[in-house]
């Protein structure tokens, strides 16, 4: 069984460019959250995503906008990237109150 | 003042020590609690996960977590140098529309053989 996984797996991008990040959900899981993990720190929570629609978002910027599809995939975009948007972003799946996470997209912005 | 309240360590003990984690929180609304543990430059690995006051068992590690006090512990018996990894605590409420996860700062342990 496939765990949650998440692409790219590292990017690099210029202040002002746009990014998409994708995630794709434990198998039975329905709920897809995300979190930015600066270095040195621990995850802060984006916004999660069931059933299509955004259920909660964290203090975030209007320029983090995400989306999820009917197979309870995902994608994070941020546009008007800042350098402070640099960070792991990581993605996790569940289907109650345990999440899982995947291994990250580190993106690094120039 | 933050949510959760986690030393960052760096932690240092020597193979085959009991090691304890701990957390701290000021949300009263808190009812899951859990524990991450993260290698460097990798996505964080559930190891425990506990809802509401008690103890939670599992091999090597016990989750403690008392309500009353908004304080949380990990406990690592008989630590290996393969535990060597940044220790993150976690908490969520529960609520009808969405149960994120608040983080600490995590802690750093080193085992050294």
């Known amino acids: 069984d496939a765990g949650v996984t998440q692409s790219p797996t590292h990017l690099i991008k210029t202040r002002g460019q746009q990014v998409t990040l994708r995630c794709s959900p434990k198998s039975g899981h329905d709920t897809v959250s995300w979190y930015q993990q600066a270095l040195g720190q621990g995850p802060q929570f984006i916004f999660q995503?069931?059933?299509?629609?955004?259920?909660q978002r964290g203090n975030f910027p209007d320029r983090f906008s995400g989306h999820q599809f009917p197979n309870y995939s995902s994608e994070l975009n941020v546009n008007a990237l800042l350098l402070g948007d640099s960070a792991l972003y990581l993605c996790a799946s569940s289907l109650r109150q345990e999440q899982y996470f995947g291994p990250g997209t580190r993106l690094t912005v120039t | 003042q933050k949510e959760v309240e986690q030393d960052p360590g760096p932690l240092s003990v020597p193979e085959g020590a009991i090691v304890s984690l701990n957390c701290t929180y000021s949300?009263?609304?808190?009812?899951?609690f859990m524990w991450y543990r993260q290698y460097s430059r990798k996505g964080p690995e559930l190891l425990m996960y506990?809802?509401?006051?008690g103890n939670k068992e599992d091999g090597r590690f016990t989750a403690q977590v008392d309500k009353s006090s908004k304080y949380i512990s990990l406990f690592i018996r008989d630590s290996q140098p393969s535990d060597s990894a940044t220790y993150l605590c976690a908490m969520s409420a529960m609520t009808g529309g969405g149960n994120k996860l608040t983080f600490g700062t995590g802690t750093q342990l080193k085992v050294e053989l």
């Open positions: 506990t809802y509401s006051s």
């Open positions: 995503y069931y059933e299509e629609e955004e259920r």
């Open positions: 949300n009263s609304a808190f009812q899951y």
